[in-house]
């Protein structure tokens, strides 16, 4: 009997211990989307680097062929969420790793040979701004690119 109980919290502590990581993750996901930081994009000499609750990229300049700002991205399946991050179909662009709080209507498409990559932030006048920003370190890649 005493075996069967020992097994029994051997079995169920690290499930308790799972439990509780993910409440804790989830709240400290919560946390972040709340106060606007779900996003966190730094811009280096080479890549523009994603990092959002779940995942994160890095997209180097080189591979970007196109990056263009827009009111409105359709969605084949609607998202409601405060902050989504991960894969969505959209009806112009197809499959597109998003970063994005959908309520924001405005956002940033970036074309690469392999993806899709649609990011925002929280309100119109950052993602503009992030727009500006990014276009400008694209550009100057490109420029030093070409000159040397």
């Known amino acids: 009997m005493k075996h069967s109980r020992l097994a029994a919290w051997l ?3 690290p499930g308790l211990l799972l ?3 993910f409440i804790l993750i989830s709240m400290h996901q919560n946390n972040l989307v709340q ?3 779900a996003n966190d994009f730094t811009f280096e000499k080479d890549a523009l680097c994603i990092k959002g609750t779940g995942l994160s990229d890095k997209l180097a300049y080189s591979s970007m062929k196109k990056i263009e700002c827009v009111n409105k991205v359709e969605t084949v399946r609607p998202v409601d969420e405060a902050y989504f991050n991960g894969i969505v179909e959209t009806k ?3 499959d597109a790793r998003v970063y994005v709080y959908p309520h924001t209507k405005k956002y940033i498409v970036i074309h690469t040979p392999k993806k899709i990559y649609i990011i925002n ?3 119109v006048s950052k993602t503009e701004k992030l727009y500006r920003e990014l276009k400008q370190h694209w550009l100057l ?3 030093t690119k070409f000159i040397s």
Do not use: R
């Open 141 to 143: 890649f490109l420029f």
């Open 92 to 94: 112009k662009y197809g």
């Open 11 to 13: 079995l169920g502590f």
């Open 121 to 123: 932030e929280y309100s």
């Open 19 to 21: 439990a509780i990581a």
């Open 35 to 37: 106060n606007h930081q």
